[in-house]
């Protein structure tokens, strides 16, 4: 039996299987347990098997390569936790990895989750560890009647919603970066700046997965088996340019939030040096002062005036007239 055509068999990954289904190829599916796709092969022309499966299971790595006939490296990589974005070819299966935005509640977003894909052109296998929405939206789709009709359709589908959800936590961080903008005159600077270091490493945990998507993506466009039709070729290029944007969008978002932590050292230091400014002035306008106070406060003999009742008042007098003097000249330098 070819690759294209080979049924499942063999040995069941305990505990594995998440949800099974076969695509009639009218954007419906039917469920399928693990003892029916055990001995499963396409009744019509078009029907494609999807199985989605956690990849911790203790006996996947031997149903890959006996049942489906992967490769060893291909394996390791199907069920690794090495899960940088990446695809390639093995024969007429595609494999992908690729990463979704962690919408599980309790965790961080940009935490993104790893999702890998085996494909070919009847059966579509789907990996992953931690709970991942998307391919529960893809099999509500089915149940519906609107899903993918191909293994083609199934797979370029899972790409644009893996991508799609990135759409509203990037608007979020750029609607972030909006407010503190706008409040970055009255906001504490403290709190502002720890705000603004938060986003700036929001950004870069989302492009750390995102830019080799974005080269994995290419890859699946250049590489292609036949299976995948034109049509399915232009999603991967719309989910192409689409990852592009949000990488823009991204960029736009660190740089804004770095423009801002910017804005707001260059007024903390602005503050700092009009303070220093105004104590430079007052200590130069006391300094003369202080001498001279300093100069007849030594208690030595032949002090002038010291039996005269009137000296203090000209001492005062005498201080007056340079302080008032000094004023005069820093006013004139345009000091203060």
């Known amino acids: 039996m070819t690759e294209g055509t080979r049924s499942v068999v063999d040995a069941e990954p305990t505990a594995g299987l998440i949800f099974g289904c076969v695509l009639d ?56 936790n090495e899960t940088r974005p990446r695809a390639f070819r093995e024969r007429e299966s595609l494999v992908t990895v690729l990463r979704g935005i962690n919408l599980n509640s309790g965790d961080e977003p940009m935490d993104m989750i790893a999702l890998q894909i085996w494909a070919n052109t009847d059966h579509v296998i789907t990996f992953r560890r931690r709970r991942l929405q998307t391919p529960r939206d893809v099999l509500t789709e089915l149940e519906s009647g609107i ?6 359709d199934l797979l370029t589908r899972l790409m644009e919603l893996l991508v799609q959800k990135m759409s509203q936590f990037i608007v979020d961080l750029n609607a972030r970066i909006d407010v503190m903008e706008d409040g970055s005159r009255t906001a504490d600077p403290e709190d502002l700046l720890s705000d603004i270091a938060d986003t700036r490493r929001n950004c870069l945990a989302l492009m750390r997965f995102m830019s080799p998507q974005y080269e994995a993506l290419l890859e699946v466009q250049r590489i292609g088996p036949d299976w995948l039709h034109e049509d399915n070729c232009e999603k991967v290029r719309e989910t192409v340019d689409r990852l592009r944007r949000y990488l823009d969008d991204l960029n736009v978002s660190k740089e804004s939030a770095l423009v801002l932590q910017d804005e707001l050292n260059n007024r903390a230091a602005n503050r700092m040096n009009q303070k220093m400014y105004m104590l430079a002035i007052v200590a ?13 406060g030594i208690n030595v003999g032949g002090m002038p005036g010291v039996n005269s009742g009137l000296a203090f008042w000209i001492t005062v007098g005498l201080l007056i007239v340079v302080m008032s003097a000094q004023y005069m000249i820093f006013r004139r330098l345009k000091w203060i």
């Open 284 to 296: 130069a306008i006391f300094l003369p002062l202080s001498f001279l106070t300093g100069l007849l």
């Open 147 to 152: 899903g993918p009709r191909t293994s083609g």
């Open 25 to 80: 190829g009218k954007g419906g599916c039917r469920s399928i347990t693990w003892e029916a796709a055990r001995s499963w092969s396409p009744d019509r022309q078009g029907e494609v098997l999807w199985l989605h499966i956690d990849r911790t299971a203790p006996e996947l790595k031997s149903w890959l390569r006996d049942t489906l006939r992967v490769s060893d490296a291909t394996v390791d990589v199907l069920v690794s």
